[in-house]
């Protein structure tokens, strides 16, 4: 059945009352995710309330650029690297004379000893019988003293003086000594005194040497 209602029946919109609209508020609520499952072994990834990816946005724009740290060698000018590894270089060489210097100086005393010495045999046409001449040269303090023992008449022996060696470690230089046909007389030999790259000859004259002036 219709019912109908009448226009007399409907309350003018005067006659409402009016009610007061309540402000709408919007209540956010941050949803703490469950923790995700990870491999075992590993702690759950928690953000503490706030999405992973807003936590780290959040990271991302508070932190401020550090300054890099500046290394040593950026702060030195080239040339204090250049001057230790001339340093160093010149300190390798030094010493690199010093150890061949001090090689030298422990060969030549052990094959000549202190005073620098040698001994040589040889037939120069001084004998009395069938033994050769024996012969010492040697280094005494820069000064060439040779000494002949004449074979089967070592009690004639004779000293030739030789000439003086200068310089820096003059004692220790080291004297060779050897016999040359002589010039004069095939029977005879003259005798040659050599020491740093120089020659001294002694001439076989009347049985006995006479050094021979440059």
């Known amino acids: ?7 007399s029946e409907i309350a003018p919109q005067s006659a409402l009352r009016h009610r007061r609209i309540a402000p709408m508020t919007e209540e956010v609520r941050f949803v703490q995710p469950r923790a995700s499952l990870t491999r075992a072994g590993q702690e759950p990834h ?18 401020l650029p550090q300054p890099q740290p500046r290394g040593l060698m ?6 204090l690297p250049a001057g230790l590894a001339m340093l160093v270089m010149v300190l390798v060489f030094w010493l690199g004379q010093m150890a061949i210097n001090w090689g030298m100086t422990t060969y030549d005393d052990i094959r000549y000893g202190r ?4 001994q040589a045999d040889a037939f120069v046409g001084h004998e009395s019988g069938q033994a050769p001449s024996h012969f010492i040269a040697l280094n005494d303090h820069g000064r060439i003293e040779i000494i002949e023992f004449p074979g089967g008449d070592p009690a004639h022996s004779r000293i030739f003086m030789g000439p003086q060696i200068w310089g820096n470690n003059a004692d ?14 095939p029977k005879l030999k003259d005798m040659q005194i050599s020491f740093q790259n120089t020659h ?7 049985g006995t040497f006479v050094m021979q002036n440059n």
């Not at 220790?172 to 007389?185: A, K």
């Open 200 to 206: 001294i000859l002694f001439r076989n004259e009347k």
């Open 172 to 185: 220790l230089v080291p004297i060779n000594i050897s016999f040359v046909p002589s010039t004069t007389d």
């Open 1 to 7: 059945m219709q019912t109908s209602m009448k226009t």
């Open 74 to 79: 950026s702060d030195m000018h080239w040339s």
């Open 46 to 63: 928690t953000t503490g309330g706030l999405p992973a990816g807003t936590v780290n946005k959040l990271t991302k724009t508070r932190q």
């Open 115 to 118: 005073p620098r010495t040698v």
